[in-house]
């Protein structure tokens, strides 16, 4: 796992080699995995209220160069899912497209 303080050299690295093989780097699918529980909770990785994944998966998008995430639930999966494909992916496609918009 690449924790989100070593994406960009990460990026840098896939954007190089897209490049030496010819392609546009931006046309690469850029995918981040990501383990949480949304609501109060314990366990490893983004846990926290649905606003706060909102604002943490957009900043990842924006600022990391994401553009899928895959939720790997760390408690609750059919729940988890639930609010994660009712809730939190609506509202950061809104906002990743505003801040985008913005640019």
Known sequence: MCPPERVPG???VIDEAAE???????S???VY?????IGDGHGA??????????????EWAV???FDTFVFWPAAEPESQLAVFAGEI??????????????R
């Open 20 to 26: 030496a093989a010819g392609r546009a780097p931006a």
């Open 63 to 65: 600022g990391l160069g």
């Open 10 to 12: 990460a990026q840098r």
């Open 33 to 37: 995995n990501v383990i949480g529980v």
């Open 28 to 30: 690469i699918r850029r």
């Open 45 to 58: 990785g983004l846990v926290g209220d649905p606003a706060r994944w909102v604002d943490t998966l957009s």
């Open 89 to 102: 992916v609506p509202a950061v496609r809104e906002r990743v497209a505003s801040l985008r918009s913005a």
